[in-house]
């Protein structure tokens, strides 16, 4: 069984689209994050959810809005994609409320391509 | 400004020949330092966590050491196998979670 599922793991759109990515974990975790990776492979944190509830919020273009439905699922949604945007997004979920103190479980991640 | 550093960047490796990378973090109120394993095309992979300095914790030919300012991986008698990026992250008093640029890890058969 698969910990932590995100679809699609590819997307290719053009500027300006909407597009959504989906992550559940089955896990049975309390918080779920998102992160960017770049080109460069720098992996940084956009947001947290604790139990549906926002947690994190790093500098982030407000065209990203994170949607917590469940406790099991964080879904990422993105206005008007930029170039810029272009990179491989992961989900990923830790046991607790305390982020910062667990293991966190990665998904296979998604890789946004805006051309 | 709260930072993680690694280095190397990128170390190649004979099969068989140890090494150390090192991962350093500036600022107080660590609640956790986490190592992960991230191979080309995949989410990083748990292998880790440190509390406080002092402590070792070990698997297979992997050794992971804190001390109060920087982290240490310890690869022992590596297979190609081991070839990854291995990536460092530091969890602060304020839920905040930073990850360093990663170590790109390449073992030679």
């Known amino acids: 069984d698969t910990a932590v599922s995100q679809t699609p793991k590819y997307l290719v759109t053009q500027m300006g689209n909407d597009k959504s990515i989906k992550c559940e974990q089955n896990l049975g975790h309390d918080t779920m994050y998102w992160y960017k990776q770049d080109s460069k492979k720098f992996l940084k944190i956009m947001f947290s959810?604790?139990?549906?509830?926002?947690?994190i919020n790093e500098t982030v273009p407000n065209r990203f809005s994170p949607k917590s439905p469940d406790k099991a699922h964080l879904n990422l949604h993105i206005n008007s994609l930029e170039l810029g945007d272009s990179a491989v997004y992961f989900c990923?979920?830790?046991?607790?409320?305390?982020?910062?103190?667990?293991?966190?479980?990665f998904g296979p991640g998604t890789r946004l391509t805006v051309l | 400004e709260d930072q993680v550093t690694q280095s190397p960047e990128a170390l190649r490796l004979q099969e068989g020949e140890s090494s150390s990378l090192n991962c350093s973090y500036t600022?107080?109120?660590?609640?956790?330092l986490f190592w992960y394993r991230q191979d080309p095309g995949k989410g990083p992979e748990f292998l880790f966590t440190l509390y406080s300095a002092g402590e070792e914790k070990e698997k297979e030919r992997l050794k992971a050491t804190l001390t109060k300012k920087e982290s240490f991986l310890h690869i022992t008698a590596p297979k190609p196998e081991d070839s990854a990026t291995y990536l460092c992250a530091s969890g602060w008093a304020d839920d905040k979670i930073i990850f360093g640029k990663g170590t790109r890890l390449h073992i030679l058969p």
């Open positions: 990923a979920s830790s046991q607790g409320s305390e982020g910062a103190t667990y293991e966190q479980f």
């Open positions: 959810y604790n139990n549906k509830e926002l947690i």
């Open positions: 600022v107080s109120g660590l609640r956790g």
